[in-house]
């Protein structure tokens, strides 16, 4: 059987799009692989706990308060959230509370700690 050239045209379309697609699908699982291999690490400042940092694990309203930005309704926002939804697992997951910003975050970020992770959850946000 003889095919016209219109039709080894759209025979030749439709095997690169074919071959696009499989290449598609090999790349996108490479790609997958190698990201979930990559380990996340904390940055460093909330790996110490030296002294004078405010552990937003256990601190109470008062001891929240005393951080620059953050005043009675945000540290009760804290609180709150943390009995809601369990110990921070990094300074960084002070983002999920409500009124706490990229701003007040950077600020506050090297005067908090977590106190470790043994108890922790990463529960996002």
Same mark, same amino acid.
């Given at each position: 059987?003889?095919?016209?050239?219109?039709?080894?045209?759209?025979?030749?379309?439709?095997?690169?799009?074919?071959?696009?697609?499989?290449?598609?699908?090999?790349?996108?699982?490479?790609?997958?692989?190698?990201?979930?291999?990559?380990?996340?690490?904390?940055?460093?400042?909330?790996?110490?706990?030296?002294?004078?940092?405010?552990?937003?694990?256990?601190? #109470?309203?008062?001891?929240?308060?005393?951080?620059?930005?953050?005043?009675?309704?945000?540290?009760?926002?804290?609180?709150?959230?943390?009995?809601?939804? #369990?110990?921070?697992?990094?300074?960084?997951?002070?983002?999920?509370?409500? #009124?706490?910003?990229?701003?007040?975050?950077?600020d506050i970020l090297e005067q908090i700690t977590t106190g470790g992770?043994?108890?922790?959850?990463?529960?996002?946000?």
């Amino acid at each position: 059987m003889k095919l016209t050239k219109a039709e080894r045209r759209i025979w030749a379309s439709v095997m690169a799009a074919g071959a696009a697609m499989a290449l598609c699908f090999v790349l996108r699982s490479t790609a997958m692989t190698v990201l979930d291999k990559l380990p996340y690490e904390p940055p460093a400042v909330t790996r110490g706990t030296g002294e004078g940092l405010v552990n937003i694990n256990t601190a #109470g309203l008062e001891e929240l308060m005393s951080l620059p930005g953050i005043g009675e309704r945000r540290a009760q926002a804290i609180l709150d959230d943390r009995a809601a939804n #369990g110990p921070y697992r990094y300074p960084e997951n002070l983002i999920r509370v409500k #009124g706490i910003g990229e701003e007040i975050l950077s600020d506050i970020l090297e005067q908090i700690t977590t106190g470790g992770n043994e108890n922790a959850q990463d529960i996002g946000g």
